[in-house]
């Protein structure tokens, strides 16, 4: 029971650590989502949204503002860890973490934590901005939102986590998040319905992960959706058990933080 | 409870690089002892330290602290230990108050204790007048108290210091000395590395020495110093001389006019010495060792351990 305490209140240290890192930084990690997503809804809400008509019988504004809200919080959970775990091993501030009782579990349970908690914020903060570019927005199914937000930020911390532990450099902390994620979201469906494009895109377009993310959270936002809810809510599962279970195998043998 | 703080048995370490640092160390330290775990560059120090805390993976042997075998139980041993690493290991950009405070959070501290054993530890080691600074802006003497700080938290039973005093001036070294030695003297076992021997001459009662990743030599320091077969010292004496003093069986030569360097073997006497001198007119006003012991001993023995 004492063991099981001293886990638990060392889990909340680091919770507590991660978050507060963001916070210090605010104007750095909260401030940008919110001015960018801005200007996708002046822009690609506002200006052309009403020229591009309806997509999947929605407002093109309405039918975006899922997507953007979901790129954000894939974008920020996973550089809150990235960046984070990374800095601590630069610094060599993971000693702190080696050389305490925490189990390896807590330690990374404590940085996906801050991940969820700053992707959760950034998707409250997003979605009020959103409001003010189209105030009649209601939620159609908040559980399965709220769902698929949770699991979102859990499974792209975790994916933050892996890149955190075989970084190198500054360097190798980007490279996925620009090279990979990004142009991986942008395809995945937040600006459109997979319904518009020919055949042979939108078969190439199902085996987008991110694609399934996109369009279970604007199912719960908004009831439209181009795939299968079970299906992909079981993938994203799958997903965060087998990273998961990989992020403790390597904190296990130590790679890239023991030597 | 086992009478030893720490057992290392066949303590082997080979690096990716296929560099082995350790080829089978064995070391006992008692409950209690003030041990200086010496070497040169590269010897295995730091990677028994970092086998030790955790940090470095072993390649094969075994750790035990307070009798707890860290392959079985590495939490609890964890508990027991304090590690104060060569290279700062903090968030710079953190107030003083909330590094320690999270690290006694690590340890399962709840924040209420944390904070006041924060509040004593920072006391105790001169850094509460800075507890609201950011790490960067403290001087590279006050960032090693942090260190010290940290380390103590948790009120570990066994403490490592590797290289506590490495780039801290004389005034702040002589302070440390002074707080080790009270906190050995309260019950804490300390293992401390130092290429500073005159450090571990004053502050170790126990020496081991590895080089080449082998333990060479674990002993008392008193026996360790009693091996020394000839000491140098030097003696300022009063008047200036044009030629050293012929003192038979005495190896005397002069460093200037006003010094002389004399090499005194183990069976000779220093009252003898300072009686002949007398005898020819010679004053001596201070006297010195040319160089210190251990390090004459240190550098005798890794130089009979040359491959």
Known sequence: MKRRNEILVSLITLIRKEIKRYLRIWVQTLVPPAVTMSLYFVIFGSLIGPRIGTMDGLDYIQFMIPGLIMMSVITNSYANVVSSFYSVKFQKSIEELLISPMPNWAILLGFVMGGVSRGVIIGCIVFCVSLFFYPSFTIVNPLLTLTVLFLTTILFSLMGFINAIFADSFDDISIIPTFVLTPLIYLGGVFYSIN???????????????????????????????????????????????????CLYLLHKGTGIRQ | MSQFALEISDLKKTYDSDVVALKGINLSVKEGDFLALLGPNGAGKSSTIGIIASLVTKTAGKVKIFDIDTDKNFPEAKRMLGVVSQEINFNNFEKVMDIVTTQAGFYGIPLKDAKLKTEITLKRLGLWDKRNEQARTLSGGFKRRLMIAKALIHEPKLLILDEPTAGVDIELRREMWDFLKEINANGTTIILTTHYLEEAEQLCKNIAIIDHGELIESTSMKDLLSRLDVQSFLLDIEKSLEEPPSISDYDITLEDSTTLNVAIKKDQSMNHLFDQLSNQGIKVSSMRNESNRLEEMFIEMVQKNLP
């Open chain 1, 196 to 246: 518009i494009l020919p055949d042979i895109w939108r078969n190439i377009s199902m085996a987008n992960p991110m694609l399934y993310v996109v369009n279970t959270f604007r199912e719960g936002m908004l009831g439209v959706s181009d795939v299968s809810i079970p299906f992909a809510l079981s993938m994203i599962v799958f997903f965060i058990i087998l990273l998961g279970s990989l």
